[in-house]
């Protein structure tokens, strides 16, 4: 990739996935890859797989960084929820690869609606739970 204006869009694309993954947990499903078929005319399939190795450890360890500072991680559900990830990325990866491209497309394009309705219907903010999990930051600081 010799193209520096290209190499700038795409470092462009993930400085705003970093920031919006750093301050809403999103990134590779809602923005990389809308960007990635939108602006730069990949097909979805390769969006999607691009995607997962652009976030596999910058947004990982940086981010992760930052919330440690804080106390703001509960480890033990991140480490559950990051097996499930592992299993869940490899099963989704074959999966998407028995699928065609355009099912593919539809499939994606379903999932953001269903994504955006959730945001534009859903009431703002559940209360917390009376007895937090084990481990969390507010029942650790008691």
Do not use: C, H
Not at 7 to 31: C, E, T, Y
Not at 67 to 75: A, D, G, L, P
Request: avoid cysteine; glycine fraction near 12%; charge should be positive.
């Amino acid at each position: 990739m010799n193209d520096p204006m290209l190499v700038a869009k795409l470092i462009l694309l993930g400085l705003s996935a970093g920031v919006l993954s750093g301050l809403f947990g999103i990134g590779g499903g809602l923005v990389i890859v809308p960007a990635l078929v939108l602006i730069f005319s990949y097909q979805t399939k390769m969006a999607v797989g691009t995607s997962l190795l652009s976030i596999l450890l910058p947004t990982g360890i940086l981010g992760v960084y930052q919330y440690w500072k804080r106390n703001e991680i509960n480890v033990s559900a991140g480490l559950w929820i990051a097996l499930g990830l592992f299993m869940g990325a490899y099963l989704g990866g074959r999966l998407a690869g028995q699928l065609s491209p355009i099912l593919m497309k539809r499939l994606y394009a379903l999932f953001m609606i269903v994504v955006a309705i959730y945001f534009l219907v859903a009431p703002e903010g559940a209360k917390p739970r009376a007895n937090p999990a084990p481990g969390s930051p507010t029942n650790a600081a008691s």
